[in-house]
């Protein structure tokens, strides 16, 4: 059975935020930091060399295939911040039609800016998948 490719690595979280050459989006990445660890009360670690993760959980696939995965977590890309938001966003329309620009892919969120969208939905919608997350799996930190 294939081994999950990102995991976490001891990297220090720190220096991925603080090497962001654009002050803007390095001063984005330190403020969803600070939101989602304030939200997760947990550290951050690094997952690969270029996810900051908060907290982990065991999932298990009806095929067998199991492993571990962050809860919640972001990254710096090239073309946008990409936030991951475990339980996916079905549950989550009517605040994601409220939110401001976004794009979305399964279980990522990417913004540009973090000015462009209400902060105050995007920690709603992060406590209510940590909420959802726990219910189906087992949470290791």
């Known amino acids: 059975m294939s081994q999950n490719k990102t995991v976490p690595t001891g990297l220090s979280v720190s220096e991925y935020i603080n090497a962001i050459e654009h002050p803007q989006r390095r001063e984005d990445c330190w403020a969803v930091h600070d939101l989602m660890k304030k939200i997760t009360s947990k550290e951050a670690l690094m997952w690969g060399s270029s996810i900051v993760g908060f907290g982990t959980y065991k999932y298990k696939y ?73 219910k189906k799996h087992t949470i290791i930190d």
């Open 62 to 134: 009806e095929s067998g295939r199991e492993g571990i995965m962050i809860t919640t977590g972001f990254s710096n890309r090239k073309q946008a911040i990409t936030l991951y938001i475990m339980d996916a966003f079905k549950r989550h329309k009517e605040l994601l039609e409220k939110i401001g620009p976004h794009k979305r892919g399964k279980s990522c969120f990417y913004i540009k800016r973090l000015s462009d969208i209400d902060i105050d939905i995007l920690s709603l919608i992060i406590s209510e998948s940590l909420k959802a997350v726990e």
